[in-house]
């Protein structure tokens, strides 16, 4: 199978290339041809986003599957105003981008398969309601998480609009040891530093990098169209805190109170740390699909093995 992936220096699509290189032929995309050329040896074939701009219908047309991944990582630095640009931008026009060139195919386009998040749903503090992909979404978002990635999946309506088949992935924080949220929680819990945040009640939804992995490749041999919660299991903060820390073999005793973390992170903390949602992956596993890594000790034992 011929496979775009855009986005394939993240931790995601690190992992995919890894995955489907041994048995698909890949064209990857990225914004810094010499960064791709560094990390995967000019063993596929590679393209920038400016030769999607101008190419893109043509590019697209020779391929089966489009794997959009791109994005600049939500958690990466505090949220000011300049770093709000970034994530919208990063998100948004790239979808933007494919999504025309998209509908410029038609039906004929290949199967689209672009990624999303959870923080859709919106916040909550507590394990109060649950969500799946048939709940409805809000109609004036109010955190800009969800703003954000309302935004996101609403640059997808053009493709959609020329029946374009596409999958939408709503991701869950993404344990592992290689980057993202996990590797920044690793050398406080390595110094017995780990804390509970605020209360700690916060639901903390949750899935496996092999397991994201599994189901993406899943849904390119599936028909399930539509977005789809990529969600192992979900856990109050402080749960998390203390299976990680007794993963690790190391205490978990302090407490930060909600007015420090806000402090120190400000609006990111509000609603990425100090809130969460409790997210079922309904559709994934009506269509068969089994999470491998479904219990967050078994899952943070496979992403922390060689963490340190």
Avoid at 200 to 215: F, K, N, R, S
Wanted: aromatic residues 8%.
């Amino acid at each position: 199978m011929k496979i775009i992936i855009l986005g394939a220096t993240g931790l995601i699509g690190k992992a995919l290339v890894a995955s489907l290189s041994k048995q698909h032929q890949l064209t990857l995309i990225g914004r810094d041809l010499n960064k791709l050329k560094k990390l995967f040896n000019n063993d596929f074939t590679l393209y920038t986003w400016d030769d999607i701009k101008q190419n893109g219908v043509k590019i697209f047309s020779a391929n089966q599957v489009i794997i959009n991944l791109a994005g600049e990582n939500i958690g990466e630095r505090r949220w000011r105003k300049k770093q709000k640009l970034i994530l919208i931008k990063s998100r948004v026009e790239t979808t933007e981008l494919i999504a025309k060139h998209c509908a410029a195919l038609g039906q004929s386009a290949p199967h689209f398969i672009n990624a999303s998040a959870v923080g859709i749903y919106g916040l909550s503090p507590s394990f109060e309601i649950t969500y799946d992909e048939k709940t409805p979404l809000p109609t004036q978002p109010k955190d800009f998480a969800s703003q954000l990635v309302n935004q996101w999946e609403q640059a997808l309506r053009p493709a959609l609009e020329q029946k374009v088949k596409i999958t939408t992935l709503r991701l869950a924080v993404v344990l592992s040891g290689q980057g993202g949220a996990l590797t920044k929680m690793l050398p406080a819990f390595k110094w017995h530093l780990g804390a509970i945040l605020g209360k700690g009640e916060q639901p903390l939804p949750w899935v496996a990098l092999p397991d994201v992995i599994e189901a993406i490749c899943f849904l390119m041999h599936t028909p399930v169209t539509g977005p789809v919660n990529i969600v192992a299991g979900y856990t109050a903060q402080k749960l998390f805190a203390k299976t990680l820390a007794r993963t690790l073999n190391r205490a978990c005793f302090l407490k930060m109170p909600a007015w420090v973390v806000k402090l120190i992170w400000g609006q990111m903390a509000t609603e990425l740390l100090l809130n969460g949602q409790c997210v079922k992956s309904k559709r994934l596993t009506e269509a068969g699909f089994q999470f491998k890594y479904n219990e967050l000790e078994k899952a943070l034992l496979a992403a922390t093995r060689k963490a340190f």
